[in-house]
């Protein structure tokens, strides 16, 4: 196992991610605790020792199944990490009553690792907002004892991010963004990189396989990947990201012991791609950015020509999300930080927009098809 400098231990460069552990009849809420219990002890045995839950994982079951299984290894043997749920705006104001039913849900005096969760455009405002004293409670945690270590993961585009550094900066020590081939480019993960850079602490990698999409590529994308190294496509997209300095800590949502033996072996070896490596899989990640998607790139001619001001660029960009992640949860948290009278169904299709966009998009028919598609996304 590759291991990496955090401070002054040495963590696991894989992270077992729990927000996707075998479940018993397909219902997310009753996990499996025998083949749980299996994996965790296949990670132990071969190095692993970061263990990642949350709240709202597995229908606020993970940390309880987590607890049970890292009960059973000496406490100092492993680092384990949570979060707090604030992509539910109504848990704001309940932070310690959260924090402490965490400590008990995972059988715990401390967390080695705490995060601020999700940070993101819904719920900026919220963590800023004074009243709910969020950062405070937290680093007091810290001073206790109770958090060794606070970071925060975000969803949030780069400006939110900016926002949300300028309070909490100062006080945090790691930051989880979702990053990967293709999110790199899609998701401006690149210039995410260059803000967390600016603040001087490590990158914690959520998604590195986009939630299994990049282990089940096309079969045209997965020839021009394996022929690199005659590697499977999952390792290729390890190795990806071994190649940007910045990662620490990458974590895998492993779903089932297939899943943990390969990603285990993979990272026994640190081998970043070289630099025609590095240049094929970046194409192959814009070639698959275009699929299906709208290219808008926010020019923002349309919006002085919108008659009801619809913030167009920003619809696209989560019409474009939803055809390419199909990640209902993402969609529905972005819609819920715009307007409702701003919302696609608004449009009117004037078309004046289309006659200013240089990429002749038809834009009405998009906010058509985006408005129709909302109805039939779930919170999932």
Not at 210 to 237: C, D, F, H, I, Q
């Amino acid at each position: 196992m590759i291991y990496k400098k955090f401070q002054d231990i040495e963590l696991s460069a894989l992270g077992f991610g729990t927000m996707r552990l075998p479940v018993l009849d397909g219902d997310n809420s009753k996990i499996d605790e025998e083949k749980t219990f299996e994996m965790f002890d296949y990670a132990m045995k071969n190095g692993v020792n970061y263990y990642d839950t949350a709240w709202g994982y597995h229908d606020e079951m993970s940390e309880i199944v987590v607890g049970k299984a890292l009960k059973r290894y000496p406490r100092d043997s492993f680092y384990v990490s949570t979060k707090f749920p604030g992509y539910d705006l109504s848990n704001m104001p309940k932070a310690e009553e959260i924090f402490e039913k965490q400590l008990e849900k995972l059988q715990m005096d401390y967390f080695d690792f705490y995060l601020i969760h999700n940070v993101n455009e819904m719920n900026v405002d919220a963590y800023l907002d004074p009243k709910f004293g969020i950062l405070d409670y937290f680093v007091k945690q810290k001073e206790l004892g109770r958090i060794k270590h606070l970071g925060f993961s975000a969803h949030g585009v780069i400006p939110t991010m900016e926002k949300f550094f300028k309070v909490y900066g100062p006080h945090m020590e790691f930051c989880q963004i979702q990053l990967n081939y293709v999110d790199y480019f899609y998701q401006d993960a690149k210039g995410k990189i260059d803000l967390i850079n600016k603040y001087n602490i490590p990158v914690w990698v959520m998604e590195p396989l986009r939630g299994g999409k990049l282990a089940n590529v096309s079969e045209v994308y997965e020839k021009r990947l394996t022929a690199l190294r005659g590697k499977p496509v999952t390792e290729m997209a390890f190795r990806f990201l071994q190649s940007i300095p910045e990662v620490t800590m990458t974590l895998s949502g492993m779903s089932d012991m297939e899943q943990m033996k390969a990603n285990i072996e993979t990272y026994k070896t640190d081998e970043p791609l070289n630099e025609a490596e590095m240049k094929e899989v970046c194409a192959v990640a814009k070639d698959m950015i275009a699929e299906g998607t709208v290219p808008c790139t926010a020019c923002r001619y349309c919006t002085s020509y919108c008659t009801k001001e619809l913030d167009i660029p920003r619809l696209i960009g989560l019409y474009n999300d939803q055809m390419f992640l199909k990640l209902n949860f993402m969609t529905l948290m972005g819609l819920a930080a715009i307007d409702k009278a701003k919302h696609p169904d608004a449009c009117v299709a004037c078309k004046k927009c289309e006659q200013v966009c240089p990429q002749n998009i038809k834009i009405s028919e998009v906010m058509k098809k985006f408005a129709d598609m909302i109805p039939t996304l779930k919170m999932e």
